[in-house]
T-cell receptor
Framework: AQSVAQPEDQVNVAEGNPLTVKCTYS??????LFWYVQYPNRGLQFLLK??????LVKGSYGFEAEFNKSQTSFHLKKPSALVSDSALYFC????????????FGAGTRLFVKA | DVKVTQSSRYLVKRTGEKVFLECVQD?????MFWYRQDPGLGLRLIYF???????EKGDIPEGYSVSREKKERFSLILESASTNQTSMYLC?????????????FGNGTRLTVT
């Protein structure tokens, strides 16, 4: 069975500092991995995806994520946080063996303080 | 820009009522999804549709049904609303194969069942 864990309910970081939002996954076969962001009172937005290839994936708004197969992790990173990055972040996974179910993590709330 | 529009931002219904949540996308996407979002549980898939009149059950279909008579419109139906269906409901769409994950989300409908 597929599963996603976001071990931190909340991450606090000062503006200008690097940020990391953690995600680990469990899936049979090779994973497809995704990050989404939900700004207050808005729907989810797709940030980035890993399908295959380079382990470092770049996405929207300066975010990137690093796929680590041995640690089954896909952490979201940004070199310099902005107050406007404060939002709810979801990691998601799907097995590459077919099927339509993308499994979402519980979400991590990021607070960036000025 | 792709637009996914959910007809209501907030709804309040009584227990036992039949409830319709409407979702329309304007980009001719094959795939449409209904999720519910609950704190600490992330997003859980209720139903998925990959074409007109085609549907597949997600992880929590009990108490729900869907209708897709036209490609742009995907309706979620609560046959007899119950208080445990109080939640945020998100509609999403994507272009591509049946395996393409949700990429474009509506702003959500917050449903309260009293």
């Amino acid at each position: 069975a597929q599963s996603v864990a976001q071990p931190e309910d909340q991450v606090n970081v000062a503006e200008g500092n690097p940020l990391t939002v953690k995600c680990t996954y469990s899936v049979s076969g090779n994973p497809y991995l995704f990050w989404y962001v939900q700004y207050p009172n808005r729907g989810l937005q797709f940030l980035l995806k890993y399908i295959t290839g380079d382990n470092l994936v770049k996405g929207s708004y300066g975010f990137e994520a690093e796929f680590n197969k041995s640690q089954t992790s896909f952490h979201l990173k940004k070199p310099s946080a902005l107050v406007s990055d404060s939002a709810l972040y979801f990691c998601a996974v799907r097995a590459n063996t077919g099927g339509f179910k993308t499994i979402f993590g519980a979400g991590t709330r990021l607070f960036v303080k000025a | 820009d792709v637009k996914v529009t959910q007809s209501s931002r907030y709804l309040v219904k009584r227990t036992g009522e039949k409830v319709f949540l409407e979702c329309v996308q304007d980009m001719d996407h094959e795939n449409m999804f209904w999720y519910r979002q609950d704190p600490g549980l992330g997003l859980r898939l209720i139903y998925f549709s990959y074409d007109v009149k085609m549907k597949e059950k997600g992880d929590i279909p009990e108490g729900y049904s869907v209708s897709r008579e036209k490609k742009e419109r995907f309706s979620l139906i609560l046959e007899s609303a119950s208080t445990n269906q109080t939640s945020m409901y998100l509609c999403a769409s994507s272009l591509g194969t049946r395996e393409t994950p949700p990429l474009h989300f509506g702003n959500g409908t917050r449903l309260t069942v009293t």
